[in-house]
Nanobody, 128 residues
Framework: EVQLVESGGGLVQTGGSLRLSCAASGFTFDDYAMSWVRQAPGKGLEWVSTISWNGDSTYYAESMKGRFTISRDGAKNTLYLQMNSLKSEDTAVYYC?????????????????????WGQGTQVTVSS
């Protein structure tokens, strides 16, 4: 059974930082690229970042560049998102998602079809 469990969300002030974690199980973690996707209140899904299966390549949405860092720990089967300089517009539920195809890295966000499993999400609220 594939499971993705996010944690680390919470309430922070503008300019603050949070580190999100996604604990993965039920599949060979190091064979799959992983992404973070978020959903702001009343909005659709927005791609945040993707990391390759081996961690060698990372990609970010333009508004996250320089502020967010995606990483992974193969020994712990855990995906991370370090978020700095948070803004009110970062308020959203953040989901980790598993890329469906092994050893494949989407070059652009093509929507939910790239992913076959999602975590339950963790709420990030940035006060302003």
């Amino acid at each position: 059974e594939v499971q993705l469990v996010e944690s680390g969300g919470g309430l922070v002030q503008t300019g603050g930082s949070l580190r999100l974690s996604c604990a993965a199980s039920g599949f060979t973690f190091d064979d799959y690229a992983m992404s973070w996707v978020r959903q702001a209140p009343g909005k659709g899904l927005e791609w945040v970042s993707t990391i390759s299966w081996n961690g060698d390549s990372t990609y970010y949405a333009e508004s996250m560049k320089g502020r967010f860092t995606i990483s992974r720990d193969g020994a712990k089967n855990t995906l991370y998102l370090q978020m700095n300089s948070l803004k009110s517009e970062d308020t959203a539920v953040y989901y980790c998602a598993k890329v469906a195809r092994p050893r494949r890295l989407p070059t652009s966000y093509g929507g939910t079809l790239d992913y076959d499993y999602w975590g339950q999400g963790t709420q990030v609220t940035v006060s302003s």
